[in-house]
C-alpha cells in the first residue's frame, strides 16, 4: 500500500513536469526571490484578475524597464520605448483604451505602452535590409516585453500583454510622435487569483531537428 502511494506521488510529481525541459508547469502565484529562471517561466502567466490596493512604485517599474534593455536588438539599436501609466488619472484613460481587455486589468495599478522607432532596427542607410523591414522592429519590442515580464514575475509582480488597443488613442494619450509604431500594452500589478495554464502543443508540433 505506501508503495503504491509513492508510485502514484512520483507519476503524479513526473506529470506536473513539461516533457523535454523541466518546466514546472505548475508554478502557481510564488515566485519568490531566489526563485529559478524555469520557476519564474512556470509562474508567469497571462493574468486578467488583479488585487486591489496594490502599490507599485517609479523605481520599481524602473528596475523592469532597466532589465528590458539588456534585451537583444538589431545591431543594438534599441529602438523599444515605454509610456508608463501611474497616476489614476492616465491608468484609467489607457483602460480606457483596450475595448474588453479594461475587464481584464481592473484594479491593475500600472499600464504601460510599448513603441518601437520605426526605420531603423532592420534598416541599413535608411533602407530595409530584408523583406522583414519593420518587423525587426516589432521582434525587438517583443524580446524587451519578455524581459519585462519575466522580471515582472521575478519580482513578485504579474502582467497581461494586450494587443488589443486603440492605438490612435494612446498616440494622442501619450503625445507619442508618428515615426514609433504602437505595439503591446502591458499591464502590471499582482494577481488575485491563480490562472489556469493554457495547453501548449506538443513539442514535436513546432520543432524539426537535422
Ligand atoms: C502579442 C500578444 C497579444 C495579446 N493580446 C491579448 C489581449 O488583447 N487580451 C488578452 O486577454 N490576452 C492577450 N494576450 C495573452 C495571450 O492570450 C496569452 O499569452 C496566451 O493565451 C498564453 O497564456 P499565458 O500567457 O498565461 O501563458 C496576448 C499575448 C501576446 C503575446
Given at each position: 500500500m505506501k508503495n503504491a502511494i509513492s508510485i502514484i506521488a512520483a507519476l503524479f510529481a513526473a506529470m506536473t513536469l513539461l516533457p523535454g525541459?523541466?518546466?514546472?508547469?505548475?508554478?502557481?502565484s510564488q515566485a519568490a526571490a531566489g526563485s529559478t529562471f524555469d520557476e519564474i517561466v512556470a509562474s508567469r502567466r497571462s493574468v486578467r484578475d488583479y488585487a486591489a490596493g496594490t502599490t507599485i512604485s517609479e523605481a520599481e517599474v524602473r528596475a523592469l524597464i532597466a532589465t528590458a534593455m539588456e534585451a537583444p536588438s538589431w545591431a543594438n539599436t534599441q529602438t523599444t520605448r515605454y509610456y508608463v501609466a501611474m497616476s489614476e488619472e492616465k491608468v484609467t484613460a489607457v483602460k480606457g483604451l483596450i475595448g474588453g481587455n479594461s475587464r481584464n486589468t481592473t484594479n491593475a495599478p500600472v499600464m504601460i505602452v510599448s513603441t518601437f522607432v520605426k526605420?531603423?532596427?532592420?534598416?541599413?542607410r535608411g533602407n530595409?535590409?530584408?523583406?522583414?523591414a519593420d518587423g525587426w522592429g516589432a521582434y525587438d519590442n517583443g524580446l524587451s516585453n519578455a524581459y519585462f515580464i519575466l522580471k515582472a514575475r521575478e519580482q513578485g509582480f504579474d502582467t497581461l500583454i494586450m494587443g488589443m488597443r486603440d492605438a490612435d488613442g494612446l498616440r494622442q494619450l501619450f503625445g507619442i510622435p508618428e515615426n514609433e509604431q504602437v505595439m503591446a500594452v502591458i499591464s502590471l500589478g499582482k494577481r488575485a487569483s491563480d490562472p489556469r495554464r493554457p495547453d501548449r502543443k506538443p513539442i514535436d508540433e513546432i520543432v524539426r531537428f537535422y
Open positions: 525541459c523541466g518546466v514546472n508547469i505548475e508554478g502557481g526605420g531603423q532596427s532592420g534598416f541599413g530595409p535590409a530584408d523583406a522583414v
